[in-house]
């Protein structure tokens, strides 16, 4: 199997014409021709990162955040991008990042985020000029619960340390809004959609008095993605059944909350 063979295999969930203009989703380091035997699925590639795939003798890394957002002026090791390059290649590694191409994916990574939710009638927030993908999806869960209660079952199922929210009202929840990462740019087309809460990693602020009466919740940026190490890997493993996939045991949360975690 060789690198293009996982490229490929990737694009059918994730094709690259759905990522974002501002994007850089696809194969970063390496070369197409090179055999793959071990793929290491991840969020975030870091040098821990680059030395895990080393040590677990994985011939590629497939993340979801880009390595390489902009040119690099260098290769050499001046920045950590630039020692995850020269790391990489030293080691034989190649590099995949499936980014907006997943998030705007039908069967992507929000709707991962909803599946985990228990949501159902899945709609796009804001859905593409040609109906091939979008971004934010829509939802409704099977009962509703009461505001207090859904944030519970938020940092529960995302295993956040603190999530920030709106005051709960006892407002019952059924008709969820969500995006993975930073989905602010979303709120009002939830509001639009009529949902009841919305859900996304990270927000402004400011955006906190325009809630307009919906329940906003930030679970934190890795948090509300972290699932997608486990989604590329079930891709993977859906389009390519005979490659070895393995999952990152780091936790690359570069943000920490309190100082008992230092």
Not at 16 to 43: E, I, K
Not at 47 to 70: G, K, T, W
Not at 80 to 98: K, N, P
Not at 105 to 126: E, T
């Amino acid at each position: 199997m060789k690198v293009s063979d996982v490229c490929r295999a990737i694009e059918k969930t994730a094709p690259l014409h759905l990522q974002d203009d501002f994007d850089n989703s696809g194969l970063q380091v390496g070369f197409p021709d090179a055999p793959v035997h071990r793929v290491l699925t991840c969020l975030d590639v870091t040098e821990a990162v680059v030395a895990e795939a080393r040590d677990r003798e994985c011939d590629m890394i497939v993340s979801h955040h880009p390595l390489l957002f902009h040119p690099l002026r260098q290769v050499s090791c001046a920045t950590y991008q630039q020692r995850c390059v020269v790391d990489a290649l030293g080691s034989g590694i190649a590099i995949y990042s499936a980014h907006t191409s997943l998030d705007n994916a039908p069967g992507g990574v929000n709707y991962r985020i909803a599946s985990i939710l228990g949501l159902g009638g899945l709609a796009w927030l804001q859905p593409r000029a040609d109906g091939a993908g979008g971004a934010g999806v829509i939802g409704e869960l099977s009962a509703p619960l009461e505001d207090f209660e859904f944030l519970s079952r938020l940092s529960s199922l995302f295993q956040v340390e603190c999530l920030r929210h709106t005051a709960p009202c006892g407002k019952r929840i059924r008709r969820v809004a969500l995006c993975g990462g930073s989905g602010a740019f979303l709120m009002r087309d939830a509001l639009r959609l009529g949902a009841d809460a919305f859900i996304t990693g990270e927000m402004h602020y400011h955006d906190y008095f325009e809630s307009d009466g919906i329940l906003l919740a930030e679970l934190g940026h890795y948090q509300s993605e972290a699932c997608t190490v486990d989604l590329l890997r079930d891709i993977l493993l859906q389009e390519l059944p005979e490659l070895e996939v393995v999952t990152t045991n780091l936790n690359t949360n570069a943000t920490r909350y309190d100082s008992s975690q230092m």
